[in-house]
Antibody
Framework: EVQLVESGGGLVQPGESLKLSCAAS????????MHWVRQASGKGLEWVGH????????EYGASVKGRFSISRDDSKNMAYLQMGSLKVEDTAVYYC????????????WGQGTMVTVSS | DIVMTQSPDSLAVSLGERATINCRSS????????????IDWYQQKPGQPPKLLIY???TRESGVPDRFSGSGSGTDFTLTISSLQAEDVAVYYC?????????FGGGTTVEIK
């Protein structure tokens, strides 16, 4: 069974940093791109960015570019989202998601982890 | 960036009736190399992550009831629920997977009339 489990969310102050983790199982992790998608309360879905399989190219959405960084450890089946210079508007549920079956779409999602940025 | 515009924002449909959601992309999401439109549809219920319904514009995900169907090509796409069931109450999103940054439509809330 494919599983994605996010962790690391919490309450931080504006300007601080936070690192989210995504533990994957049930599929060939090294062969799949890993994406992060976020959702502010009552709002729609926003793609944060992704890291492809080797050689690990990354791309980001405009609102987080230069502040967030995605990495992965294929030996541990883990993906990470390092968030820096956090803003109040980064407050959201952060989902880890991936493409397991080589289709165009996200066919596996985690349950999400809440990040609150507030003073 | 490709802008995804969904309509309507919300709709109320009677049980057993048809629900139609539209999605327009600001540029074509059709890949000529494989003749596929890179549009996906997701369903999201409160407190849950999104669930994949349709990929490549019209391919139904395994396990998704056949009352859900996707159509369209180029820049205009539609998700149709042929006979609305109570469990279909949710927010529906389209998404383009054609090029980064990947972008979602604003969502359509489907309710029972």
């Amino acid at each position: 069974e494919v599983q994605l489990v996010e962790s690391g969310g919490g309450l931080v102050q504006p300007g601080e940093s936070l690192k989210l983790s995504c533990a994957a199982s049930g599929f060939t992790f090294s062969g799949s791109p890993m994406h992060w998608v976020r959702q502010a309360s009552g709002k729609g879905l926003e793609w944060v960015g992704h890291i492809k399989r080797k050689p690990y190219a990354t791309e980001y959405g405009a609102s987080v570019k230069g502040r967030f960084s995605i990495s992965r450890d294929d030996s541990k089946n883990m993906a990470y989202l390092q968030m820096g210079s956090l803003k109040v508007e980064d407050t959201a549920v952060y989902y880890c998601t991936t493409v397991v079956r080589g289709i165009s779409a996200f066919d596996a999602w985690g349950q999400g982890t809440m990040v609150t940025v507030s003073s | 960036d490709i802008v995804m515009t969904q309509s309507p924002d919300s709709l109320a449909v009677s049980l057993g009736e048809r629900a139609t959601i539209n999605c327009r992309s600001s540029q074509s999401v059709f890949y000529t190399s494989n003749n596929k439109n890179y549009i996906d549809w997701y369903q999201q219920k409160p407190g849950q992550p999104p669930k994949l319904l349709i990929y490549w514009a019209s391919t139904r995900e395994s396990g998704v009831p056949d009352r859900f169907s996707g159509s369209g090509s180029g820049t205009d796409f539609t998700l149709t629920i042929s006979s609305l069931q109570a469990e279909d109450v949710a927010v529906y999103y389209c998404q383009q997977a054609f090029t980064a940054p990947l972008t979602f439509g604003g969502g359509t809330t489907v309710e029972i009339k």
